[in-house]
């Protein structure tokens, strides 16, 4: 069974800060992992995703991440925190196979303090 | 392009009533979701659909019923709502291929049992 544990429910930076939001997964089999994120009062977006081709991935609003597989992590980055990126982000894993049904972890509030 | 549409956005109800929840998808995707968001527990599964006739069963679907009643539309009924039902709902919906996954998420239903 796959699964993904976020560590931290809650982090807070300044802006301009470096942002940092981890996340671990376990899988039997090659994952597919992806990052969401959900501001207020709205539905989740895509912001990046790993689909076994590169282990860095570039995403939306500069935000990237990096897999690696000795680890089973796929923390996400962002050199620069902006108040916009306020917001609840979300890991997700899925395997091939799985007709694209997503497991989330419990989500990570991210505050940006001026 | 409204994307995935759900109505209604608010609902009260009463323990032991029902309602349906309604999704609609513009975008011609196969897959469609519900999933259900609680404080502190991520998004978890309801149902989904992974194509026009088929429902099945996610993590948590006791006290749900669902109809696929085209390949726009995927409704979530309650038959007698509990307060444990309390929560937000989303429906989304997913482009087609396995390296391609990206899920596309209305923007909630919050219900409230009393």
Same mark, same amino acid.
């Given at each position: 069974?796959?699964? %993904?544990?976020?560590? $931290?429910?809650?982090?807070?930076?300044?802006?301009?800060?470096?942002? /940092?939001?981890?996340?671990?997964?376990?899988?039997?089999?090659?994952? !597919?992992?992806?990052?969401?994120?959900?501001?207020?009062?709205?539905? /989740?977006?895509?912001? /990046?995703? !790993?689909?076994?081709?590169?282990?860095? %991935?570039?995403?939306?609003?500069?935000?990237?991440?990096?897999?690696?597989?000795?680890?089973?992590?796929?923390?996400?980055?962002?050199?620069?925190?902006?108040?916009?990126?306020?917001?609840?982000?979300?890991?997700? %894993?899925?395997?091939? $196979?799985?007709?694209?049904?997503?497991?989330?972890?419990? $989500?990570?509030? /991210?505050?940006?303090?001026? | 392009?409204?994307?995935? +549409?759900? +109505?209604?956005?608010?609902?009260?109800?009463? +323990? #032991?009533?029902?309602?349906?929840?309604?999704?609609?998808?513009?975008?011609?995707?196969?897959?469609?979701?519900?999933?259900?968001? @609680?404080? =502190?527990?991520?998004?978890?599964?309801?149902?989904?659909?992974?194509?026009? =006739?088929?429902? @099945?069963?996610?993590? *948590?679907?006791? #006290?749900?019923?669902?109809?696929?009643?085209?390949?726009?539309?995927?409704?979530?009924?309650?038959?007698?709502?509990?307060?444990?039902?309390?929560?937000?709902?989303?429906?989304?919906?997913?482009?087609? #291929?396995?390296?391609?996954?990206?899920?596309?998420?209305?923007? =909630?239903?919050?219900?409230? *049992?009393?």
């Amino acid at each position: 069974a796959q699964s %993904v544990t976020q560590l $931290g429910s809650h982090v807070s930076v300044s802006e301009g800060a470096l942002v /940092l939001l981890r996340c671990n997964y376990s899988s039997s089999v090659p994952p !597919y992992l992806f990052w969401y994120v959900q501001y207020p009062n709205q539905g /989740l977006q895509l912001l /990046l995703k !790993y689909t076994s081709a590169a282990t860095l %991935v570039k995403g939306i609003n500069g935000f990237e991440a990096e897999f690696k597989k000795s680890e089973t992590s796929f923390h996400l980055t962002k050199p620069s925190a902006h108040m916009s990126d306020a917001a609840e982000y979300f890991c997700a %894993v899925s395997v091939k $196979g799985s007709q694209g049904n997503l497991i989330f972890g419990k $989500g990570t509030k /991210l505050s940006v303090k001026p | 392009n409204a994307g995935v +549409t759900q +109505t209604p956005k608010f609902q009260v109800l009463k +323990t #032991g009533q029902s309602m349906t929840l309604q999704c609609a998808q513009d975008m011609n995707h196969n897959s469609m979701y519900w999933y259900r968001q @609680d404080p =502190g527990m991520g998004l978890r599964l309801i149902y989904y659909s992974a194509s026009e =006739g088929t429902t @099945d069963k996610g993590e *948590v679907p006791n #006290g749900y019923n669902v109809s696929r009643l085209n390949k726009r539309e995927f409704s979530l009924r309650l038959e007698s709502a509990a307060p444990s039902q309390t929560s937000v709902y989303f429906c989304a919906s997913r482009t087609g #291929g396995v390296t391609n996954e990206k899920l596309f998420f209305g923007s =909630g239903t919050q219900l409230s *049992v009393l």
